[in-house]
């Protein structure tokens, strides 16, 4: 599965489960000299505005990189810059109940991607969820994508960077049954997949 796959069912998703988000593709940022581009960029408002920073990863992503590290870096570096630049800066809201920013790293639910989280479990299993953008709370969530075939509104994500760690059972459990994760999870090399 393809980047450009992903993106379209994310953009599709969104758009059915909000009310007039505003979504940009390959939307570059740029702070203090430190450019880059997300894949994605997605600003919902519930009422206060929530911003989610999609880095997407497809199997020709994985192959292409040296490794987790670089696939890390390029994410840690959207999420230290992406807000700092003052066209995409959050305020801080009174009275806000909820994270301001999600910055996702998306994985396609394929047999490569899923060997290749499997191999660096751990450190993709330590990047802590808590954030902040600024002064705003934010979330960062590691996940492989589920639901690409179905409506988009039931377009979901099962992390490898929350409470239930890659292989667990909870990880097992969230795991649709007749999903392509579900299907590329069997794939894999059982030595690669013990799970806990």
Known sequence: MREDALATRLVDHYEATSDAPAIRLE???????????????????????????????????????????????????????FHADESHALRPKLG????GARYLLCFAPTP???????????????????SQAGDVPAVRTVAFLTGLDGDPADLGMVSVNGDARFGSEPFRRAVP??????????????????FE
């Open 27 to 81: 939307e570059p940022y740029d702070a203090d000299g430190r450019r880059g581009v997300v894949d994605l960029f997605v600003r919902t408002r519930t009422p206060a505005p929530v911003d989610r920073v999609i880095e997407l990863k497809s199997d020709a992503a994985v192959r292409r990189a040296t490794g987790a590290n670089e696939i890390l870096r390029q994410y840690r570096r959207m999420e230290r810059y």
């Open 96 to 99: 806000r109940t909820e994270p």
């Open 112 to 130: 490569t991607c899923v060997h290749h989280v499997a191999v660096n479990r751990t450190l993709y299993g330590t990047v802590d969820p808590r």
């Open 177 to 194: 049954t007749d999903s392509r994760l579900a299907e590329s999870l069997r794939a894999v090399d059982d030595d690669l997949m013990e």
